[in-house]
């Protein structure tokens, strides 16, 4: 009886299964499984955390006097370190290779290709990294007593104090002997100084992490180390500081009067980088797509001179757009409006679902004088950033500001900042897929906030021909950013160049293109990330083409996608949009921009 009981129980499941009303039910469940997972996030999430094991075991600790926690220090890996690293990422593609790949669902295959991506990078740097190392292994050949000291620390094996302390002894005559050395090099090249003083910093802070974990508890090691470890940590100190003094940056930038000392990558590098970034273009390529983008921006900024009045002489029609600013200690103020201008606009043409929550809690600070060299523009994320002047400033600089922040300026991109830009990027990102942090790439984190600007010029925001000077004055920026910034990696443009062009070209106030040049080859930003605005803007806008122009999507649903898959390169965005076929051994091949 009970087994017959059974039977009718599954019977009934497997039809509530097949009933259409089940089925649709499944289908939105498994859309809503989709919007936070694939077949593949499980094995990101371990082979994350597998690195941060090894990364967490194999570095040395600070710890806390009033919390129980210890703290992982990021140092330069250990040659042990970098051993286990290169084995863990080549066994996880090992497990890649076994997976079945045809099985998986597009939003699997994506992560696949992804994943894959980047334990192939990640080889790479630790490739890169053993290279650089065994470069400067010979101006550190003390270090292996340091390194397996720290070994048997790990587990807290017991030391031989008085062995410990003659070990050390040693270790500080070789490093003696290696200082004497270092003196009489006439200079070594900086980024080789860079790396032993990493190493150096590295062992230094293993052997606190090792001295500090025994002194105090063991009486005999207290007795003995003490002092030959404080020598020895104060020798570390010192030998870092000589070997980056000895450095000498060896760059192919030409010289100039800006100040402005950056290091130009080449063709070479940054095709290589272009590659990694999934965008199947040359340098020169994309020189060209940016002209073209100018000369559209020429086009239209001539109208709007011509409607102002100022004929084809548009730099008095920006000049007087400049001149728009707002009196001091207002442009907070005028961020609200501005954003609740563009808010209103996008809301009433339902174009993006903006959670209740990310509009309540989004936030504004004040930028220091200090940022303001380097940005003098305000930036956003989790809140907004406002550059503005402050009483610090010199009159000069004050009214530059204030000049390149006016209104008709800033109303192109207060929602590239705020909603539905950055902060609703940051808002969304952390709730759907997170686990593709470590995917993201400048080309969807600007490309999107850059395809709002994009969009709502389209669409119509900008109604008067002042407000129209202000998106393009942007506009043309962007262009420039790649003209620039390209130019000066391929080495032909040196930074005054760059921030003459800015000046000439766009129309920039000169302390703003300057910090915007500072900004991009010493600000610590990668050298694509400058051409990442507009071509990932136009990448996004080639696929609203296709999708949204062709009828297949609406805005909404267009946006609400885009936004969830998180912060991946815009061709694999595409290809899970479009259900693209695809195969484990990905390579970029989409080519997003019409050049005729």
Not at 72 to 91: A, C, F, G, H, Y
Not at 209 to 235: H, I, R
Not at 315 to 330: I, Q, R
Not at 435 to 461: I, N, Q, V
């Amino acid at each position: 009886m009970r087994r017959n009981k059974l039977y009718k129980g599954i019977f009934i499941l497997l039809l509530m299964a097949y009933s259409p009303v089940a089925s649709a039910q499944n289908a939105a469940n498994m859309t809503a499984i989709y919007e936070q997972a694939s077949e593949m996030t499980g094995k990101i999430t371990q082979y994350n955390r597998d690195v941060n094991a090894i990364q967490d075991f194999y570095s040395p600790y600070t710890t806390n006097d009033r919390s129980e926690y210890q703290y992982r220090q990021r140092v330069l890996n250990s040659p042990q370190q970098r051993k286990r690293l290169v084995e863990l990422n080549n066994d996880y593609l090992k497990q890649l290779a076994a997976a079945d790949f045809d099985a998986m669902s597009i939003y699997g295959k994506v992560d696949y290709i992804l994943l894959k991506k980047k334990i192939n990078f990640e080889l790479l740097d630790l490739s890169k990294e053993e290279e650089k190392y065994n470069s400067i292994k010979s101006y550190i050949s003390f270090a292996q007593p340091i390194y397996e000291l720290e070994m048997i620390r790990r587990r807290g094996g017991s030391m031989d104090a008085q062995k410990v302390a003659l070990q050390l002894a040693d270790v500080i005559k070789q490093l003696k002997t290696d200082s004497i050395t270092i003196k009489k090099l006439a200079s070594i090249d900086m980024p080789l100084a860079r790396i032993a003083q990493s190493a150096v910093m590295g062992l230094r802070a293993r052997l606190r992490s090792t001295c500090t974990f025994y002194l105090g508890y063991d009486p005999q090691f207290t007795w003995w180390v003490n002092a030959p470890y404080k020598t020895l940590e104060s020798s570390l100190d010192q030998y870092s500081r000589m070997l980056i003094g000895k450095g000498k940056v060896n760059t192919t930038q030409k010289p100039d009067s800006s100040g402005i000392k950056g290091v130009p990558i080449g063709r070479d590098q940054l095709i290589q980088e272009l590659k990694a970034e999934l965008i199947p273009y040359t340098p020169e390529e994309l020189i060209a797509l940016a002209n073209k983008e100018f000369a559209w921006c020429d086009k239209e900024m001539l109208k709007a001179s011509n409607e102002m009045g100022f004929g084809n002489d548009w730099k008095k029609a920006l000049e007087k757009v400049k001149n728009s600013y707002v009196e001091v200690g207002k442009q907070p103020e005028l961020i609200v409006k501005l954003y609740n201008d563009a808010l209103s606009f996008i809301k009433e043409r339902d174009m993006i679902t903006i959670p209740p929550l990310a509009e309540e809690t989004w936030g504004m600070v004040m930028m220091s004088p200090e940022r303001q060299l380097v940005n003098p523009f305000f930036t956003g994320g989790k809140e907004i950033s406002i550059s503005y002047p402050t009483n610090t400033m010199s009159q000069e600089d004050k009214l530059m500001s204030m000049r390149g922040n006016n209104p008709y300026f800033s109303r192109g991109t207060v929602q590239h900042e705020l909603i539905p830009g950055h902060n609703l990027q940051y808002f969304m990102n952390s709730r759907y897929k997170p686990y593709r942090e470590d995917f993201s790439t400048p080309f969807a984190t600007e490309g999107w906030s850059l395809y709002w600007e994009l969009l709502l010029y389209e669409k119509g925001f900008a109604k008067s021909p002042e407000e129209r000077i202000g998106m393009l004055f942007w506009r043309m920026h962007r262009c420039a950013r790649i003209i620039f910034s390209l130019n000066y990696h391929l080495g032909q443009w040196t930074p005054q160049q760059c921030i003459d062009f800015l000046v000439d070209r766009v129309g920039h106030e000169r302390a703003n293109a300057e910090g915007e040049v500072r900004r991009s080859f010493v600000g610590g930003y990668s050298p694509l990330y400058q051409v990442a605005y507009l071509v990932g803007g136009l990448q996004l806008f080639s696929l609203k083409k296709e999708l949204v122009d062709s009828g297949k999507m609406t805005f909404k649903q267009f946006h609400d996608t885009v936004i969830k898959e998180n912060l991946i390169p815009v061709e694999l965005l595409r290809a899970t949009m479009t259900n693209q076929k695809l195969d484990r051994d990905f390579t970029t091949k989409w080519k997003f921009y019409d050049f005729k």
